[in-house]
């Protein structure tokens, strides 16, 4: 992926290095382990903020500013520039996505970070992999993520990582078009089983718009080749919920499934991917694989 001569995006803040402040926060009482260990679980990889499976967001006001304020403006360092270069492209493919459908479209912000931080939904960790928090509309990722995605799953390149992002942003997305609180709506309606089939839906709709943000990024610039690509559905494969759940317990179980199988993520990735189209990524439909 030839990303060095992009600009970087105006929408980082940088935490790194000043601490997190404030532990976990954990209202309402005592938490089982077992339960703390599910949320984690579930919300594993790309998810929802843990701290909102668990029900734990601090009051219901939300987007309260947080109380760490990194800086803004360009980063020096490799991951971090490539980690913003990657961001404004995503600005940049969207931007004119939304335009084309007659709207305008309000980027995320991506706050890097390391070890814990406040966010509108909690405390972030960087034991959960990246999320996208809805309440403040930012991205959070911990950098040394890329290191887990090429040493612990098997996902190494440099388009496995902006695909993580691309996966991010994509929430970001099901957040401004509503999709977000429609699923959400739902699933407090739902049984679990009901829940946690939503929630893949939802996360397969990602990996698709982070297909799409490939699809136009390659047309505007040209900076794949065929090596990204295959890194990019490898890292949705490897990130799926069945091999997850193998390294993390042995066995697999369809019905706790939040992701989608690794078969699932890169069929949607490669759909996004190929067609470029936001009508294409419908994962709720009916006989959708
Ligand atoms: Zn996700």
């Given at each position: 992926m030839r990303w060095e001569d992009g600009r970087q995006s105006d929408n980082v803040e940088d935490r790194r290095g000043l601490g997190g402040g404030g532990g976990l926060r954990v209202g309402g009482g005592r938490l089982s382990l077992g339960a703390i260990v599910v949320a984690l679980l579930g919300s594993?990889?790309?998810?929802?903020?843990p701290m909102v499976v668990l029900g734990l967001?601090?009051?219901?006001?939300?987007?309260?500013?947080?109380?760490v304020r990194g800086e803004r403006g360009p980063v020096s360092d490799e991951a971090g520039r490539f980690t913003s270069v990657v961001l404004a492209s995503t600005e940049e493919v969207w931007a004119e996505l939304f335009r084309q459908a007659g709207s305008q479209y309000r980027a995320p912000r991506l706050v890097m970070f390391d070890g814990r931080t406040p966010t509108a939904c909690g405390t972030g960790q960087s034991a959960t992999g990246p999320f996208y928090c809805p309440l403040d509309q930012s991205v959070y990722i911990d950098l040394e993520f890329y290191r887990m995605l090429q040493q612990?799953?098997?996902?190494?390149g440099d388009f496995a990582q902006a695909y993580v992002i691309a996966h991010e942003v994509g929430h970001h997305v099901q957040n401004v078009l509503g999709t977000m609180r429609q699923v959400q709506t739902a699933q407090q309606r739902a049984s679990e089983r009901d829940a946690n089939r939503l929630s893949v839906r939802l996360e397969l709709q990602a990996d698709c718009y982070a297909g799409v943000w490939a699809h136009h990024s390659q047309r505007a610039r040209?900076?794949?080749?065929r090596t990204d690509v295959q890194e990019g559905l490898n890292a949705a494969s490897q990130i799926g919920d069945d091999r997850m759940m193998r390294r993390s317990q042995g066995t697999i179980v369809p019905d706790a499934f939040?992701?989608?199988?690794g078969e699932q993520r890169a069929h949607w990735f490669a759909t996004g991917l190929r067609t470029g189209r936001l009508d294409a990524c419908d994962t709720f439909r009916q006989a959708a694989p």
């Open positions: 594993w990889l790309f998810g929802i903020n967001v601090d009051g219901a006001g939300g987007g309260a500013p947080p109380a612990r799953f098997q996902a190494p040209g900076w794949l080749d939040t992701h989608g199988s």
